[in-house]
């Protein structure tokens, strides 16, 4: 078992009043470091002095460790791990620039994975061609809801799976972990096609990039499995966050009203035990945060490290995520269904608000 230096690039700010404007992740990333032997807890960089200078406190760093330059920090001490917990408009210029710096051996990055696609795109290939281990924390994949799910499904409870339903939270943001769920309940399978619509009527910008207000969105995997998203107004298309329908029955994860997990066949309904586990974290009191399945995330990034194999979190899995998100908005731009691989660069949601196609209004919330 290997011992790993770590840093963490975008502390943030007092992690004790979340945000859209930022959640802290530094934070999360950095109690999971702490609870794992693997890993050792370096230094910290966040362009806001007294960010960087209360997390140094928390985690008890000394003032060497502590950079509001992340280069300066990558040169004088080398980690070997780093998390990257910046906005997703500055995701690929950190990532590339640890990775290049010749000594980092894995970047493990916020979501979503980049505001455009060419520069998702950019991570991953610039990451291969440093052989530099690049994962994102899609971290839910690690909560019992959806590792029990997933376990149902391989055993043949429901027989074939035919639709993954997503009945919760947003298309980009919450999205890259609902529909990265998708995809690992799909067996990773990528997307052949997406077609979607939205409205954009009331301005919502979250960790700098526009989101919408309501969206609808279809897609197909190549082995014939449908994805469908709902958000905002009419989300609630049916009584659960997820709804995973087989050939031989269905799986519900978050039941309104009901239990974390929920199997049914032949028109019967029973509950499967999760413990006191939910979509969002385990129920149990670990740290300041409470536990969020980011130490299990973080455990598979090191895991992956010793065994040499690509992590779950991989950055070319999450790249398969990206592609039906930014697909989904390409979608409403081209009016129609936009077959894959996907071949466009930019973000199509935020071009459709520069160009005035969206007209989103600025909302007073006072």
Same mark, same amino acid.
């Given at each position: 078992?290997?011992?790993?230096?770590?840093?963490?690039?975008?502390?943030?700010?007092?992690?004790?009043? %979340?945000?859209v404007q930022g959640f802290a992740m530094g934070y999360r990333h950095a109690e999971a470091y702490a609870v794992d032997d693997r890993a050792e807890l370096v230094g910290a960089a966040d362009v806001v002095p007294e960010n960087v200078a209360a997390?140094?406190?928390?985690?008890?760093?000394?003032?060497?460790?502590?950079?509001?330059?992340? *280069?300066? #920090?990558?040169?004088? #001490?080398?980690?070997?791990?780093?998390?990257?917990?910046? %906005?997703? =408009?500055?995701?690929?210029?950190?990532?590339?620039?640890?990775?290049?710096?010749?000594?980092?051996?894995?970047?493990?990055? &916020?979501?979503?994975?980049?505001?455009? $696609?060419?520069?998702?795109?950019?991570?991953?290939?610039?990451?291969?061609?440093?052989?530099?281990? #690049?994962?994102?924390?899609?971290?839910?994949?690690? !909560?019992? %809801?959806?590792?029990?799910?997933?376990?149902?499904? @391989?055993?043949?409870?429901?027989?074939?799976?035919?639709r993954v339903e997503i009945a919760w939270g947003d298309f980009y943001d919450t999205g890259a972990h609902t529909v990265d769920l998708a995809g690992m309940f799909n067996d990773e399978c990528p997307a052949e096609w997406v077609l979607a619509g939205? @409205?954009?009527?009331?301005?919502?910008?979250?960790?700098?990039?526009?989101?919408?207000?309501?969206?609808?969105?279809?897609?197909?995997? @190549?082995?014939?499995?449908? +994805?469908?998203?709902?958000?905002?107004?009419?989300?609630?298309?049916h009584d659960a966050a997820f709804l995973l329908r087989g050939t031989e029955g269905a799986i519900r994860i978050d039941v309104d009203d009901g239990p974390m997990l929920e199997l049914e066949r032949a028109g019967e309904r029973e509950a499967v035990?999760? +413990?006191?586990?939910?979509?969002?974290?385990?129920?149990?009191? &670990?740290?300041?945060?409470?536990?969020?399945?980011?130490?299990?995330?973080?455990?598979?990034?090191?895991?992956?490290?010793?065994?040499?194999?690509?992590?779950?979190?991989?950055?070319?899995? !999450?790249?398969?995520?990206? &592609?039906?998100? $930014?697909?989904?908005?390409?979608?409403?731009?081209?009016?129609?269904?936009?077959?894959?691989?996907?071949?466009?660069?930019?973000?199509?949601? *935020?071009?459709?608000? *520069?160009? !005035?196609?969206?007209?989103? =209004?600025?909302?007073?919330? &006072?």
């Amino acid at each position: 078992m290997s011992t790993y230096t770590v840093a963490v690039i975008g502390t943030g700010p007092d992690p004790s009043n %979340p945000s859209v404007q930022g959640f802290a992740m530094g934070y999360r990333h950095a109690e999971a470091y702490a609870v794992d032997d693997r890993a050792e807890l370096v230094g910290a960089a966040d362009v806001v002095p007294e960010n960087v200078a209360a997390f140094a406190e928390e985690f008890d760093l000394p003032d060497d460790a502590v950079f509001t330059d992340y *280069e300066e #920090l990558l040169a004088s #001490l080398n980690p070997d791990v780093v998390s990257v917990c910046v %906005p997703p =408009a500055i995701h690929r210029r950190v990532v590339v620039d640890c990775a290049r710096s010749g000594a980092v051996d894995a970047i493990h990055c &916020e979501k979503p994975m980049a505001d455009t $696609f060419a520069d998702a795109r950019t991570m991953v290939q610039e990451c291969c061609r440093q052989d530099v281990q #690049l994962t994102f924390n899609r971290q839910r994949r690690f !909560g019992k %809801p959806f590792t029990e799910a997933k376990r149902l499904l @391989d055993e043949g409870e429901i027989g074939s799976l035919q639709r993954v339903e997503i009945a919760w939270g947003d298309f980009y943001d919450t999205g890259a972990h609902t529909v990265d769920l998708a995809g690992m309940f799909n067996d990773e399978c990528p997307a052949e096609w997406v077609l979607a619509g939205l @409205d954009y009527r009331e301005e919502d910008i979250r960790f700098g990039s526009h989101q919408e207000n309501q969206m609808w969105a279809q897609w197909r995997y @190549d082995n014939g499995v449908y +994805g469908v998203c709902s958000t905002g107004a009419g989300s609630d298309i049916h009584d659960a966050a997820f709804l995973l329908r087989g050939t031989e029955g269905a799986i519900r994860i978050d039941v309104d009203d009901g239990p974390m997990l929920e199997l049914e066949r032949a028109g019967e309904r029973e509950a499967v035990d999760v +413990g006191s586990e939910t979509m969002h974290h385990t129920g149990e009191e &670990e740290g300041r945060f409470g536990s969020h399945f980011q130490d299990r995330a973080v455990a598979e990034v090191l895991d992956a490290l010793d065994e040499g194999r690509e992590p779950v979190l991989s950055g070319k899995r !999450g790249l398969n995520t990206a &592609e039906i998100l $930014f697909a989904g908005f390409e979608s409403v731009r081209s009016r129609g269904r936009v077959d894959l691989p996907l071949e466009l660069d930019d973000n199509p949601l *935020e071009a459709m608000v *520069e160009d !005035g196609d969206l007209t989103p =209004a600025v909302v007073d919330d &006072e």
